[in-house]
């Protein structure tokens, strides 16, 4: 209640950010980096900056997500095509952030994360990259960096992702450039002047929404056959009844049945007898 439709639509991306910031070891003042300004990467931001983050530096290519960071608060945001993110990270605080996220999973971003962060500090990795990344130990290990990976979210943070998103404690809207019914998906992909990156991210949503509905019609189709079979189970269970009746009706019996247990096992058993009349 109080959480409208569409910031409810936000709330898995943001528990996933919760997660990472609730399991990494930021603590209040203390400086954080983000490597990634998709919905995660900019969920992570906000709730850093909840949890004690005095200074929240981000990194992305995407000119559009960078002007969202800014817009939520970022002190600082980075281009890493256009400037060594690496160096900018650490000369801000001049030793390293205290924790890195890396909500990217690019192949350079992990190997970034690890050399941004001070010597002790953490690097929480939250993005599950598809390909080999880069990673050199000898840049880091003699830093005591610690790595920690993180994935999804608990069950129990959905309950306080929801209240943050009642609170206002964090914003949503600056996320959200378009809203769309579904029978404009496949026009809006046909769009030559989409973007290609977004482009790519619908055309995979739309690959999942097929196979959902696929999957919820023969759910459903699969429901009405267990349905129609069960009913068709209880006719054949009254009609049998019906006939037994009948031809203990013409035999002149009366059927009793009693149960009792029987043997070690304690388990019923049924007896059926048969009274004759006179």
């Not at 281009?79 to 205290?98: L, T």
């Not at 924790?99 to 050399?115: H, I, K, M, N, Y």
């Given at each position: 209640?109080g ?12 528990t996933?950010a ?13 400086s ?8 995660i990467?900019?969920f ?9 983050a ?21 002190d ?13 990270v ?14 990217a ?6 190997q ?5 962060v001070r010597?002790?500090g953490q ?30 979210h608990?069950?129990s943070?959905?309950?306080i ?14 996320l959200i ?15 030559s002047n989409?973007?290609a ?17 696929r999957a ?6 699969l429901?009405?056959?267990l349905?129609a ?7 054949l ?13 013409e035999?002149?019996t ?12 304690g388990?019923w058993?049924?007896?059926?007898s048969?009274?004759w009349r006179?």
């Amino acid at each position: 209640e109080g959480v409208s439709d569409l910031d409810a639509s936000l709330t898995e991306p943001l528990t996933v950010a919760l997660h990472a910031v609730r399991s990494s070891k930021l603590t209040l003042g203390g400086s954080v980096v983000v490597l990634g300004a998709g919905p995660i990467g900019l969920f992570a931001a906000q709730c850093a900056r909840r949890g004690g983050a005095t200074r929240v530096y981000v990194s992305e290519t995407n000119p559009a997500r960078r002007r969202v960071a800014e817009q939520l608060g970022a002190d600082r945001v980075f281009d890493p095509r256009q400037a060594d993110v690496v160096k900018e990270v650490v000369a801000r605080p001049g030793i390293g952030a205290d924790v890195a996220f890396d909500c990217a999973g690019a192949r350079p971003t992990l190997q970034q994360a690890l050399e941004m962060v001070r010597m002790g500090g953490q690097v929480v990795v939250v993005a599950l990259a598809w390909e080999p990344v880069d990673c050199l130990p000898v840049e880091w290990v003699g830093r005591e960096v610690e790595m920690k990976s993180c994935y999804a979210h608990l069950n129990s943070e959905w309950p306080i992702s929801m209240d943050l998103l009642v609170s206002g404690a964090v914003q949503t809207q600056p996320l959200i450039s378009k809203v769309i019914g579904l029978e404009q998906l496949d026009e809006l992909i046909a769009d030559s002047n989409l973007p290609a990156e977004e482009r790519a991210i619908l055309t995979r949503a739309r690959g999942v929404l097929s196979t959902r509905l696929r999957a919820a019609a023969a759910a459903e189709e699969l429901e009405v056959e267990l349905s129609a079979t069960k009913e068709g189970l209880e006719s054949l269970k009254q009609a049998s009844r019906e006939v037994a009746r009948k031809e203990s009706k013409e035999a002149g019996t009366v059927m009793t049945r009693s149960c009792s247990p029987r043997g070690a096992s304690g388990k019923w058993w049924f007896q059926v007898s048969r009274i004759w009349r006179r």
